[in-house]
């Protein structure tokens, strides 16, 4: 089945500071999204974005299908941007989304 | 809309009792999926399906579990007998198909 990385699997940062995070995945998709749980564990919604460019307020996702990737930028960190950053992929084979292993992000005051 | 709906929130039972996790998925979609989470595996998928039909059950881990959806606005999850290695959190979702997926709340199931 495809295959889905995220790196790094730990970031920690200083409010303020702007951060990437990365997935790769193995095969081709046709939906990707970026969720955040929070400490409190709900997955929330940041992005559907299969291919091409999204923002909103000061996150913004790039997926470049053809190269197999995908970027979350996150800029001007806070405190509440903590918590774990899944990346998740369907193929063309299914429709059940894989997810990796997660960023697990700390920001601190 | 509600957003997808998962009762109980927390189970607490003792090993060998049957549980049985219950999902609402929003209304209108016609895809619905049971995750699992724990800190060794991540996230999961245990089964998902289109139009009220199981697709792919090949995530479920053991014949102890099964998975039915009687109607487009209802699924369960039941466990039985239930072990301590099944405590974990129970994640259902729904989407449009292949479309954006939303999850519920999540159930933290506790065997002892």
């Known amino acids: 089945g495809i295959q889905v990385e995220q790196s790094p699997p730990d970031l920690i940062l200083q409010e303020g500071a702007n951060s990437t995070l990365r997935c790769n995945f193995s095969d081709s998709v046709n939906n990707l999204q970026w969720f955040h749980q929070n400490p409190w564990g709900q997955l929330i919604n940041l992005f559907y974005i299969p291919s091409g460019t999204k923002q909103n307020g000061r996150l913004s996702a790039t997926t470049v299908a053809t190269e197999r990737y995908s970027l979350l930028y996150i800029s001007s960190s806070q405190t509440t941007d903590s918590g774990v950053y899944f990346c998740a992929v369907a193929n063309q084979a299914g429709t059940a989304l894989i997810f990796g292993k997660g960023t697990t992000l700390s920001v601190s005051s | 809309d509600a957003g997808v709906i998962q009762s109980p929130r927390h189970e607490v039972t003792e090993m060998g009792q049957e549980v049985t996790l219950r999902c609402k998925p929003i209304s209108g979609h016609n895809s619905l999926f049971w995750y699992r989470q724990t800190m060794m595996r991540g996230l999961e998928l245990l089964i998902y399906?289109?139009?009220?039909?199981?697709?792919?059950d090949s995530g479920m881990p053991e014949d102890r579990f099964s998975a039915k959806m009687p109607n487009a606005s209802f699924s369960t999850l039941k466990i039985q007998p239930s072990e301590p290695r099944d405590s974990a959190v129970y994640f259902c979702?729904?989407?449009?198909?292949?479309?954006?997926?939303?999850f519920g709340q999540g159930t933290r199931l506790t065997v002892v």
């Open positions: 399906f289109n139009n009220n039909v199981p697709i792919d």
């Open positions: 979702a729904s989407s449009l198909l292949y479309t954006e997926a939303f």
